[in-house]
């Protein structure tokens, strides 16, 4: 089992450049099937779920080849509608190629996504959109089958703005005859991402960073070529790391506009936040003071994906900090493991508080998701000794050589 120990109280020091963004080039790599021709995508993350999506393309019929941050996709060859239940199981986010089949094959068949560590997490919004276009549901021994002759534009209104249900009626509206208009759709960054990459794809779309998009039709080019935009999650973890430790640290790359609410929320920390055009500079002393209470929410609120982030900062913090997670039920598995360190965190349904300690001692923990276990290794560069984090193969799913990049800024971690 992958294990990192690190070993506390160093400031971090240094420059940064922040990876491509994982939620975006996801979407991009399923929306790379629509029409054929040849995607060339640059500044892709190295991660365990990309390489968990070029298995899925290369099973579908695409020739794939990956270079450092570059990944090249040639579709014309998509022979096959359906992902077995192995590849849909590495990865919970291949539900994103249900959209991208179905626009292209005219049929798509995958085992439902089972829920993950972040709870239920059903896809009924995402069913309901393609049933609106027109598609055929039906479920077989644990698989669900869409197929449509011809989809329809239509009007889909979302009951909530779920990022993987308004990506998929994106890619699924792009075969459809006629206008389609997603009403209440999410207004993430990374589906303005998408929608760059569609229009170089040959999509009429418009509206993606609103709650209203407009899709009204398609004609497929040979060839297009996109820039991944950078990983705002990434970024906001590198500056909590940077905000608990203390010290001064430039983000490269880094659009503060697309995390503007996890600086604010440092600044009301005590935190030195400076943004330029592309890129973040903090710096902190790292004596910090609770801030104003974190309410997660869809984009533009607070992202859910920061919560446990910023939970690891306030650690430390003078005061209560207050937590409250609307977007995922179960999405406070950190806790415990923070508390074997000496953290006083209560506990309520979907509110935690946070009393800052003046201590933490290093400790054994295990990581049980992506935004989980990156949080537990920033607790453990706050926390006197060694930390050990155990099962940190859920970290690689969404972070670039983590160890690699806080150790360039001077933390004292290793992975064994
Ligand atoms: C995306 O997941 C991200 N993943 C998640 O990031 C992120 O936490 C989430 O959006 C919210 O911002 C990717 O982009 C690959 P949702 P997604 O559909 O699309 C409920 C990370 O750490 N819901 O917006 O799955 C659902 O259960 C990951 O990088 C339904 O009820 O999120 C959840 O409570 C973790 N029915 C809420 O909506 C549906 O059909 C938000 O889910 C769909 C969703």
């Known amino acids: 089992m992958p294990t990192w120990t690190v070993h506390g109280g160093k400031k971090l020091k240094g420059k940064l450049k922040i990876q491509g963004a994982k939620n975006a080039v996801l979407p991009i790599m399923a929306a790379s099937i629509l029409g054929g021709g040849t995607s060339r995508l640059v500044n892709c993350p190295q991660l365990s779920d990309i390489n968990a999506s070029v298995d899925i393309l290369r099973h579908l019929g695409c020739k794939v080849s990956c270079r450092d941050n570059e990944i090249i996709i040639d579709s014309d060859n998509v022979c096959k ?12 986010s291949s539900v994103m190629y249900m959209g991208a089949i179905l626009a292209r094959m005219g049929e ?46 239509a009007h889909i ?11 998929n009626a994106m890619l699924a509206a792009c075969a459809a005859e006629g206008e389609t208009v997603i009403t209440n759709a999410a207004c993430e960054p990374e589906i303005v991402d998408l929608q760059n990459f569609l229009r170089c794809k040959g999509a009429q779309i418009s509206g993606a960073g609103s709650s209203v998009i407009r899709i009204s039709g398609f004609r497929p080019r040979k060839f297009a070529c996109h820039r991944i935009m950078a990983d705002r999650i990434a970024a906001s973890t590198y500056l909590c ?27 009301s920390m005590g935190c030195d936040i400076i943004c330029g055009s592309n890129y973040v500079r903090i710096k902190s002393s790292g004596r910090l003071k609770a801030g104003r209470p974190i309410v997660t929410k869809p984009y533009p609120g607070f992202p859910t994906d920061s919560q446990s982030l910023m939970m690891a900062a306030c650690l430390k913090a003078e005061g209560t900090s207050v937590f409250v997670e609307n977007i995922f039920e179960n ?22 508080m946070v009393s800052g300690v003046e201590r933490l001692s290093g400790a054994p923990l295990n990581a049980s998701d992506l935004r989980g276990g990156a949080a537990l290794v920033l607790a453990g560069l706050i926390a006197d000794g060694e930390t050990c984090v155990y099962d940190t193969g859920h970290i690689d799913r969404g972070y670039e050589n983590f160890a690699y990049a806080l150790s360039s800024l001077g933390a004292d971690i290793k992975r064994i």
């Open 157 to 167: 209104h979302l009951d909530f703005p779920s990022v993987g249900a308004t990506e």
């Open 108 to 153: 798509v068949r995958l085992s439902r996504p089972g829920g993950c560590e972040l709870g239920s997490r059903p896809i009924d919004l995402h069913l309901k959109a393609l049933k609106t276009l027109g598609a055929e549901i039906s479920e077989e021994r644990g698989e669900v089958c869409c197929r449509a002759k011809q989809l329809r534009g």
């Open 331 to 352: 999405r406070f598995r950190h806790v415990p493991e923070m508390r074997r360190l000496g953290a006083d965190i209560r506990t309520e349904g979907r509110v935690a």
């Open 241 to 267: 790391a940077a905000a608990s430790c203390g010290g001064d640290v430039l983000l490269d790359d880094a659009i503060a506009n697309y995390f503007y609410t996890v600086i604010t929320s440092l600044r």
């Open 81 to 92: 509608c359906h992902i077995p239940h192995t590849l849909m199981l590495k990865m919970r």
